[in-house]
T-cell receptor, first 111, second 110 residues
Framework: EAQVTQNPRYLITVTGKKLTVTCSQNMNHEYMSWYRQDPGLGLRQIYYSMNVEVTDKGDVPEGYKVSRKEKRNFPLILESPSPNQTSLYFC??????????FGSGTRLTVV | KQEVTQIPAALSVPEGENLVLNCSFTDSAIYNLQWFRQDPGKGLTSLLLIQSSQREQTSGRLNASLDKSSGRSTLYIAASQPGDSATYLCAVQGNTPLVFGKGTRLSVIA
């Protein structure tokens, strides 16, 4: 089944403790991206990647890092999480012109 | 910068009614437009994808239209059902990454 898999689905962590949210797709898509979703603000892009080793900032990149060493994987790294990064996170992938497929989401709480 | 607006923000209708959700975008230079459905706290499910060269797409009771020159799209839902209750999101793909509207929250009352 063609899908985007995110892990974990739920995560509660403390301020300052580094964490990684993994994202993997099995559709050989070139394009991958991360979004966060907050009430009243909608979906905002954090980072995106056009291909392996090519990443760029989205609208809200502060406090996040990404890497794209393999085509299928695009992890999101929070080096020093803060409470304002509490949010619902989505990973997505696409092939140009063929629409986006989204993961099931990761609900992160930073206390 | 591309901006996407969805009207109304919320809509409540009785079961069986036909309804239209609206989406407008400011930059007509898009590759495609995609409609998604999101249930509370869940992921995004793709409903319809319209390429910039197309005028409409249909899937079951759903029909989406695109007027690129005027920057508008509509999602038509026929014979609505309580199971259609969800938030519907419109997103456009252009030279910039996918840009979303804030969605229309639909409630279909039995």
């Amino acid at each position: 089944e063609a899908q985007v898999t995110q892990n974990p689905r739920y995560l509660i962590t403390v301020t300052g403790k580094k964490l990684t949210v993994t994202c993997s797709q099995n559709m050989n898509h070139e394009y991958m991206s991360w979004y966060r979703q907050d009430p009243g603000l909608g979906l905002r892009q954090i980072y995106y990647s056009m291909n392996v080793e090519v990443t760029d900032k989205g609208d809200v990149p502060e406090g996040y890092k990404v890497s794209r060493k393999e085509k299928r994987n695009f992890p999101l790294i929070l080096e020093s999480p803060s409470p304002n990064q509490t949010s619902l996170y989505f990973c997505a992938s696409s092939q140009q012109g063929y629409g986006y497929t989204f993961g099931s989401g990761t609900r992160l709480t930073v206390v | 910068k591309q901006e996407v607006t969805q009207i109304p923000a919320a809509l409540s209708v009785p079961e069986g009614e036909n309804l239209v959700l609206n989406c407008s975008f400011t930059d007509s230079a898009i590759y495609n437009l995609q409609w998604f459905r999101q249930d509370p706290g869940k992921g995004l499910t793709s409903l319809l994808l319209i390429q910039s060269s197309q005028r409409e797409q249909t899937s079951g009771r759903l029909n989406a239209s695109l007027d690129k020159s005027s920057g508008r799209s509509t999602l038509y839902i026929a014979a609505s059902q309580p199971g259609d209750s969800a938030t519907y999101l419109c997103a456009v793909q252009g030279n910039t990454p996918l840009v979303f509207g804030k969605g229309t929250r639909l409630s279909v009352i039995a």
